[in-house]
């Protein structure tokens, strides 16, 4: 499976942003797809997740009620729709897919990654 995310960018705190990564090469439905960042100086970590079958989602606690993740099989792609950014929110943003992101959480690691887009939030 390959991974393409897009979206990133410089914005201002409490603007928006929407990430979106395109999958290929293998059967997108049936992965749970995520979302993690990466700090400059930081260990990698996770985001948000979404569930192959369920569609139930995850999110860590320092972006629940900001962040939104949401997939669309048809168009083999996932979405994080990122309200009322802050600085700290600035990061590496990479996303992943495995069979069950739910056990690759602590520690990081997923079955296939995306090369990950800059997001930067200035205050």
């Known amino acids: 499976v390959q991974l393409q995310a897009s979206g990133g960018g410089l914005v201002q705190a409490g603007d928006s942003l929407r990430l979106s990564c395109a999958a290929s090469g293998g059967t997108f439905s049936i992965y749970d797809m995520g979302w993690f960042r990466q700090a400059p100086g930081k260990e990698r970590e996770f985001v948000a997740s979404?569930?192959?079958?369920?569609?139930?989602?995850y999110y860590a606690d320092s972006v629940k009620g900001r962040f939104t993740i949401s997939r669309n099989n048809a168009k083999n792609t996932v979405y994080l729709q990122m309200n009322s950014l802050k600085p700290e929110d600035t990061a590496v943003y990479y996303c992943?897919?495995?069979?069950?992101?739910?056990?690759?959480?602590?520690?990081?690691?997923?079955?296939?990654w995306g090369l990950g887009t800059q997001v930067t939030v200035s205050s």
């Open positions: 979404i569930r192959w079958n369920s569609g139930r989602t």
């Open positions: 992943a897919a495995d069979p069950d992101l739910r056990l690759r959480i602590t520690p990081v690691q997923a079955a296939y």
